[in-house]
């Protein structure tokens, strides 16, 4: 009858075969390997007609496409009158992508299927490594996917360095030169690694070296499985895990005393100021300074998270999947349906679907925080105001603008004078808005040149033996000048 049994061949010691498998294969008359590449094959019931799909791998461009043409002929196969017997290595069901396939192409033609169990290479690698994987939380990747990691484009790993990991199916040195770059991202490069060659079978041997080798050994072939031990803590100090753990360490009852006794509110000068050293950090364009703000300021994030943790407020993860859905949910262009013409498109979106997310009653610049610097929260709100349509048609309406600010300005008697200045501002900021500038940076950059240029100022008085009160109008020019110029 029509159906497809699929058969785990084990790790490769024909001994190792499960009697229900070995039952299955001598009952067939013939079977359709994923690959003939595996020692068991040679131990098959000599009258089975053997079969293989190792020519797929030779025309198709990629694995992907390898594993869906295989999946499609099992499945035209399994439709036949008398069904189909394919055969895997390992178990059926961990790390084989064809298996997967046929599984959901199975279901959608309401086809019949039967595993059948086989041992697999994580059996076999545990056993040569004398590791219990329940007790040892063992993780486990393929090494396509781990090298789908190396690159600044790459999502992020999301191993935990302190727990065991194996890399299966490390086939070839190419990619275990991609698989090392992403792992020493996690890594130290002298690491020391185990390469597990043909585990399972009477060819099997271990071969321990420092990560950064592992692209150097010509004996990497499609029987190889890469074990990785694991970090000691505090040894790994790139991973994000470790740094939890030290915030979290830090608030214990027997942590710093300091650490202990902050608050949301306390914090929240530390939170500002780390802000601002970060901002400073990019007004110098010095990534190794920026590097390092960026640190202090996760801390910041990870301090209020722990202390929002033990009030049992929230937990860092719910910030993390707060964050997450808000970006997969405002980028319907990259995670949806939705097509976008250009960036002013993505805006205009994601004012909109901001429009939907926020009560009945509440005003699109209500989220703008009021501590936010004047100008920071005034160009802010002019970017939120112009995405709904509230803005000049062209650039020459807001330089007539701020014209007829200045004018006011110098016509406006004393006691209105502070509010015609702000009107004043308020428009120079929506020109800055217009020129793509940030008013918030520029004005900042600006001050930063003041101070520079007057320490310069009485750097020269003090080298003169002069009180910079006691320059001329002058001097004054003629120095500022020259600091303009150092």
Not at 28 to 33: D, F, G, H, N
Not at 40 to 57: E, G, M, Q, R, S
Not at 283 to 297: H, M, Q, Y
Request: net charge negative; proline share 7%.
């Amino acid at each position: 009858m029509p159906g497809i049994t699929i058969v785990g061949l084990g790790p490769g010691d024909p001994g190792a075969l499960t009697q229900a498998a070995r039952q299955v294969l001598e009952a067939a008359t013939e079977v359709y390997l994923r690959t003939r590449r595996h020692p068991t094959v040679a131990a098959l019931p000599a009258h089975l007609i053997v079969h293989d799909f190792d020519y797929v791998y030779e025309h198709a461009p990629d694995f992907a496409s390898v594993y869906e043409t295989i999946a499609a002929e099992v499945l035209r196969l399994g439709a036949q009158p008398l069904g189909v017997v394919y055969a895997v290595p390992g178990h059926p069901l961990i790390g084989e992508e064809s298996v997967t396939l046929i599984l959901a192409g199975a279901r959608e033609h309401q086809l019949p299927v039967r595993l059948v169990e086989g041992l697999s290479f994580v059996d076999a690698a545990c056993t040569a490594l004398g590791l219990d994987p329940l007790t040892a939380g063992l993780q486990l990747v393929d090494a396509t996917t781990l090298a789908a990691h190396d690159g600044p484009l790459a999502p992020p790993l999301t191993l935990d360095p302190h727990t065991p990991l194996l890399v299966a199916q490390l086939y070839q040195r190419a990619l275990a030169s991609a698989v090392k770059l992403a792992l020493m991202e996690l890594y130290p490069d002298e690491h020391v690694v185990t390469l597990i060659q043909a585990a399972g079978t009477t060819e099997q041997r271990l071969r321990s070296i420092p990560l950064y080798e592992l692209d150097r050994h010509d004996e990497i072939q499609h029987l190889t499985t890469l074990y990785v031990p694991p970090l000691p803590p505090l040894t790994d100090l790139r991973a994000f895990s470790t740094l939890q753990g030290i915030v979290t360490r830090l608030r214990a009852p027997d942590g710093c005393p300091w650490d202990r006794q902050q608050t949301h509110q306390s914090l929240a000068p530390h939170l500002l100021e780390e802000t601002y050293e970060a901002l400073a950090a990019l007004d110098a364009n010095d990534p190794d300074r920026l590097r390092e703000e960026l640190g202090d300021l996760l801390l910041q994030v990870l301090l209020h998270a722990q202390i929002a943790a033990e009030a049992d407020e929230f937990t860092l993860g719910e910030v993390i999947a707060g964050i997450a859905a808000k970006l997969v949910r405002r980028h319907p262009h990259v995670f949806g349906s939705v097509t976008v013409a250009d960036a002013t498109e993505v805006l205009t979106n994601w004012e909109a679907i901001k429009r939907e997310e926020r009560a009945e009653a509440e005003s699109m610049l209500d989220g703008i925080p009021a501590v936010m610097p004047a100008l920071a929260f005034a160009q802010s709100a002019q970017r939120r105001a112009a995405r709904v349509g509230f803005d000049w048609p062209d650039i020459s309406g807001v330089w007539h603008k701020v014209e007829e600010e200045l004018t006011e300005l110098r016509l406006a008697p004393a006691a209105t004078r502070p509010q015609e200045l702000g009107d004043l501002l308020f428009a120079v900021t929506n020109l800055a808005r217009w020129l793509g500038i940030e008013a918030e940076d520029a004005l900042r950059q600006a001050n930063q040149r003041f101070r520079q240029r007057f320490a310069y100022i009485e750097r020269v008085c003090a080298e003169r033996n002069r009180h910079p009160e006691d320059l001329t109008p002058a001097e004054w020019d003629d120095l500022w000048e020259q600091a303009k110029l150092s």
